[in-house]
């Protein structure tokens, strides 16, 4: 179940990362906000990155082998690059809607799934 947790907090946690790195370049939707200077959007970003922080740091504590979860440092982080591209896709095809998903893009998330396999092979 720790694994569990550990995943599903990851991915609030990258929604919400999403969101502050990315989410002010679709400022010019919204009148109000697109009229921010760049201190009340970097402001904007860091308060969104608060609560990537709300889920990312127990997220790693509950899956690392450090403190009781079934993670190593290598796999905690490879989980955190899978998770990060996948909400990154979903919310930039989806949500944003401001690229589509092309065929290399496929290509390479097929080469990440082979890196996660390396990562968690038991040699």
Not at 27 to 36: E, N
Request: hydrophobic content about 55%; charged content about 10%; aromatic content about 20%.
């Amino acid at each position: 179940m720790k694994g569990l947790y550990c995943v599903l907090l990851l991915t609030l946690s990258n929604i919400f990362m999403t969101l502050a790195w990315y989410g002010h370049l679709q400022l010019k939707q919204y009148p109000m906000l697109a009229k921010l200077s760049l201190f009340g959007i970097i402001m904007l970003s860091w308060g969104l990155a608060f609560f990537e922080y709300i889920f990312q740091v127990p997220a790693n504590r509950i899956g690392s082998e450090e403190t009781g979860g079934p993670f190593s440092l290598f796999q905690l982080k490879t989980i955190q690059e899978a998770v990060s591209l996948t909400v990154f896709t979903l919310i930039t095809v989806y949500f944003f809607k401001t690229d589509k998903l092309a065929w290399n893009h496929l290509v390479g998330f097929v080469f990440l799934v082979i890196a996660v396999f390396f990562i968690f092979k038991k040699w």
